[in-house]
Structure formats: structure tokens, C-alpha cells
């Protein structure tokens, strides 16, 4: 019986079965025929008998996969043992610009437990040219309008939203429960403020900050560098925003997918 | 008195044209004193407004985030690391 691969699962399946049969069998709502990695026709599917190592994916046009095929998903496209580990996170992020907004979508793709996000701010047209809005969300709140994208990349990321300023004093409570947490801010007080009020009262937890990503410098500038027993920098640490260098969102965009892959290796243990 | 390191970053190092200093302290500030001593106001105008360190400078002990209003009180041993950090706007 020919060994497949069908919705990412590994199965043996009949011999001389057509991936039309598949569907009738497996998903039966499924109207998109995927082989070997491109889609063909009802036609195709019908003469068309899989070998062993083939791929099937069956997919019904539409539908939002139920929290149990969404996680075999992410299980199966990730490293063996890695998705276990991300489902159980829980990470804060202060300030949802360019950076914090990119974090969350990436954090939320593959899979994380639990986002505790946190802004007072509302969309304005020129956050577009770098945050992960949409033109239709100008206006909006941008802790709900996240968790809104959030839902539409995976809507099982547990997500808790605070619309606050962030001070020395709520800094501690809001962020709490969280096993990392991300500086997203802008102005330099704000990213000090955080470090300092999170540092000090939970000084293991680690924070990812960021600093030095505007303009369109190199982006081989852009690195991760461990500075403390638990603060990470992420950025070029001279470029800052100003005149003739503006926030973009290639660089932000690199230096908020910095801040994302080094939460998952937290998450993962590869730093220490 | 201890000999302890110092690394400076961002718009601090570039203004005194160093990142790497070893200099002999008591405490954190007199550390800062010597710092300043050493570059003069090139040093002073960049860290300090109004005689205070600014709001946005980070400080860190030996990896550990230092109270900017205690820094007489923090003692120095041998082979201590002082990073001094001025993060820069964007995000």
C-alpha cells in the first residue's frame, strides 16, 4: 500500500486509489486538489493514483481548519517537539507600531500559546507605511484591531489586550503572567522605562528590546545582541528615527522578525 | 578601589570615539566621575541634563539593571562590567 502524505499526516492508503476517492473518504467538502505541491483540476484527481512519498492535500475553499487540523499543521511543518513547547508560551508586547504589530503576527503564525499585548493608540494613516494595519483599520483601536488580524492568521492564539498607557506602575501587573516580554515602543524613555520597571521586579524574565532600525541603512547592521543576564538589543543601535531617516517597513520589519525568531529560541531554550 | 570595564554604546561611544574603557572605581559613580574626568564634556553633555543621568539611559551591573537613583550606594569589585546604553527612537 502506497505510503502518502495527505494534509500533512502520514497515512498508507489503498492501492489504485484516485485522490478523488481520497477526498470522498477523507474530506469530503474538500473542492481544492493539491499534488505533490500544485493544484490540479477534478479531472486530474479522478485518474490521477498517488505513490508512495506523494503529497495530497485536500482543502475545502474557505473554511478555517478546526483547532486540532491546525495544530497538526504547525506540528508537522515545524521541527519534531518545537510546536509542544510554542503552544505553552506566553508573551508580553509593549506598544503595537511597526514592531510590536510584526512580533505579534509572527509569534501568532506559528502557533503560540498566549499574546498579552498592550497600547493606548489609535491607526493613523502614515503607522501604514510599517504596522501590520490595513487601510480599513484607520481610526480603530490598535489593540483590537490586532487581535482582529491576529484571529484571521490563527484564530486559537489565546490573546489578552490592554488599551493603556504603559507606566513604571502598571508595567509590573499587566505584564505578569508573561515568560518573555518584548519592547515595541518608540520614543527612548518609554523603551527605558519598560527595561528598567519589568528588569526590576522580575529580573530572570528575559525582554527583547529593540534599538537602532529606522532609515534604509544596510540591513546586515541589524543583529541580536545579549547586553544583560536578561536583556536582549535587537537593531543597529545608532540608527534612530529622525529627519532623513525615516521608519520603514523593511528595516522594522527585519528588526521586528529579529525580535520574534530570538522569543522563539527563548521559547525553545536555544538561548540561554 | 577596583578596576572594573566599561563599555559604552549608540550615541555615547560615538561621541567619545570609545567603547571599551578599564578604569578604577569605588562605586558607580564614581565611575561615572572618572568617565566624565577622562572625556570631559563631550561625556557630560551627552549623559547628564540638568546634573541628572538622562531618563533614557539604561544601566547594567554585571547584567543587572541598576537603580540610576542609588548609584553612590552600588559598590564596585574587581572585574566588574558597566554597560552604559542610550537607546535610539523607532519602532
Same mark, same amino acid.
Given at each position: 500500500?502506497?505510503?502518502?502524505?495527505?494534509?500533512?499526516?502520514?497515512?498508507?492508503?489503498?492501492?489504485?486509489?484516485?485522490?478523488?476517492?481520497?477526498?470522498?473518504?477523507?474530506?469530503?467538502?474538500?473542492?481544492?486538489?493539491?499534488?505533490?505541491?500544485?493544484?490540479?483540476?477534478?479531472?486530474?484527481?479522478?485518474?490521477?493514483?498517488?505513490?508512495?512519498?506523494?503529497?495530497?492535500?485536500?482543502?475545502?475553499?474557505?473554511? !478555517?481548519?478546526?483547532?486540532?487540523?491546525?495544530?497538526?499543521?504547525?506540528?508537522?511543518?515545524?521541527?519534531?517537539?518545537?510546536?509542544?513547547?510554542?503552544?505553552?508560551?506566553?508573551?508580553?508586547?509593549?506598544?503595537?507600531?511597526?514592531?510590536?504589530?510584526?512580533?505579534?503576527?509572527?509569534?501568532?503564525?506559528?502557533?503560540?500559546?498566549?499574546? !498579552?499585548?498592550?497600547?493606548?493608540? !489609535?491607526?493613523?494613516?502614515?503607522?501604514?507605511?510599517?504596522?501590520?494595519?490595513? !487601510?480599513?483599520?484607520?481610526?480603530?483601536?490598535?489593540?483590537?484591531?490586532?487581535?482582529?488580524?491576529?484571529?484571521?492568521?490563527?484564530?486559537?492564539?489565546?490573546?489578552?489586550?490592554?488599551?493603556?498607557?504603559?507606566?513604571?506602575?502598571?508595567?509590573?501587573?499587566?505584564?505578569?503572567?508573561?515568560?518573555?516580554?518584548?519592547?515595541?515602543?518608540?520614543?527612548?524613555?518609554?523603551?527605558?522605562?519598560?527595561?528598567?520597571?519589568?528588569?526590576?521586579?522580575?529580573?530572570?524574565?528575559?525582554?527583547?528590546?529593540?534599538?537602532?532600525?529606522?532609515?534604509?541603512?544596510?540591513?546586515?547592521?541589524?543583529?541580536?545582541?545579549?547586553?544583560?543576564?536578561?536583556?536582549?538589543?535587537?537593531?543597529?543601535?545608532?540608527?534612530?528615527?529622525?529627519?532623513?531617516?525615516?521608519?520603514?517597513?523593511?528595516?522594522?520589519?527585519?528588526?521586528?522578525?529579529?525580535?520574534?525568531?530570538?522569543?522563539?529560541?527563548?521559547?525553545?531554550?536555544?538561548?540561554? | 578601589?577596583?578596576?572594573?570595564?566599561?563599555?559604552?554604546?549608540?550615541?555615547?561611544?560615538?561621541?567619545?570615539?570609545?567603547?571599551?574603557?578599564?578604569?578604577?572605581?569605588?562605586?558607580?559613580?564614581?565611575?561615572?566621575?572618572?568617565?566624565?574626568?577622562?572625556?570631559?564634556?563631550?561625556?557630560?553633555?551627552?549623559?547628564?541634563?540638568?546634573?541628572?543621568?538622562?531618563?533614557?539611559?539604561?544601566?547594567?551591573?554585571?547584567?543587572?539593571?541598576?537603580?540610576?537613583?542609588?548609584?553612590?550606594?552600588?559598590?564596585?569589585?574587581?572585574?566588574?562590567?558597566?554597560?552604559?546604553?542610550?537607546?535610539?527612537?523607532?519602532?
Amino acid at each position: 500500500m502506497p505510503k502518502i502524505k495527505l494534509n500533512e499526516k502520514d497515512m498508507e492508503v489503498d492501492k489504485d486509489i484516485s485522490i478523488f476517492e481520497l477526498k470522498s473518504r477523507y474530506k469530503r467538502k474538500a473542492n481544492l486538489f493539491i499534488y505533490n505541491g500544485g493544484v490540479i483540476s477534478e479531472l486530474q484527481a479522478k485518474s490521477i493514483k498517488p505513490k508512495s512519498g506523494d503529497s495530497v492535500v485536500l482543502i475545502r475553499k474557505g473554511e !478555517v481548519p478546526s483547532r486540532k487540523e491546525l495544530e497538526s499543521l504547525m506540528a508537522a511543518r515545524h521541527t519534531p517537539g518545537v510546536h509542544e513547547k510554542v503552544k505553552k508560551a506566553t508573551i508580553g508586547i509593549a506598544g503595537l507600531g511597526g514592531l510590536g504589530s510584526h512580533v505579534a503576527i509572527a509569534l501568532a503564525r506559528i502557533g503560540i500559546g498566549k499574546l !498579552v499585548i498592550a497600547d493606548f493608540d !489609535v491607526i493613523e494613516p502614515s503607522n501604514l507605511n510599517r504596522q501590520a494595519f490595513n !487601510v480599513d483599520q484607520i481610526g480603530e483601536i490598535k489593540v483590537k484591531a490586532l487581535k482582529t488580524n491576529i484571529r484571521k492568521v490563527n484564530p486559537y492564539v489565546k490573546v489578552e489586550s490592554h488599551r493603556v498607557r504603559l507606566t513604571e506602575r502598571n508595567v509590573p501587573k499587566i505584564f505578569k503572567d508573561v515568560d518573555i516580554l518584548v519592547e515595541a515602543f518608540d520614543v527612548p524613555k518609554d523603551k527605558t522605562m519598560l527595561v528598567n520597571s519589568f528588569a526590576r521586579r522580575y529580573p530572570k524574565k528575559p525582554i527583547v528590546m529593540a534599538s537602532g532600525l529606522a532609515g534604509y541603512a544596510t540591513s546586515n547592521w541589524i543583529k541580536t545582541q545579549k547586553l544583560g543576564n536578561s536583556l536582549y538589543v535587537i537593531g543597529d543601535m545608532k540608527t534612530g528615527a529622525g529627519i532623513g531617516q525615516g521608519l520603514m517597513a523593511p528595516r522594522v520589519g527585519i528588526a521586528a522578525h529579529h525580535q520574534a525568531n530570538l522569543v522563539l529560541r527563548l521559547v525553545l531554550g536555544e538561548e540561554k | 578601589m577596583s578596576q572594573i570595564k566599561v563599555q559604552l554604546y549608540s550615541t555615547l561611544r560615538e561621541k567619545v570615539g570609545k567603547g571599551k574603557i578599564s578604569i578604577d572605581a569605588r562605586n558607580i559613580k564614581d565611575a561615572l566621575k572618572k568617565l566624565e574626568n577622562k572625556f570631559g564634556d563631550k561625556f557630560r553633555e551627552e549623559l547628564y541634563e540638568k546634573g541628572r543621568i538622562k531618563n533614557y539611559y539604561i544601566l547594567l551591573l554585571n547584567g543587572r539593571v541598576i537603580n540610576v537613583k542609588a548609584l553612590s550606594q552600588i559598590k564596585l569589585s574587581p572585574g566588574d562590567v558597566l554597560h552604559i546604553i542610550p537607546p535610539v527612537a523607532g519602532g
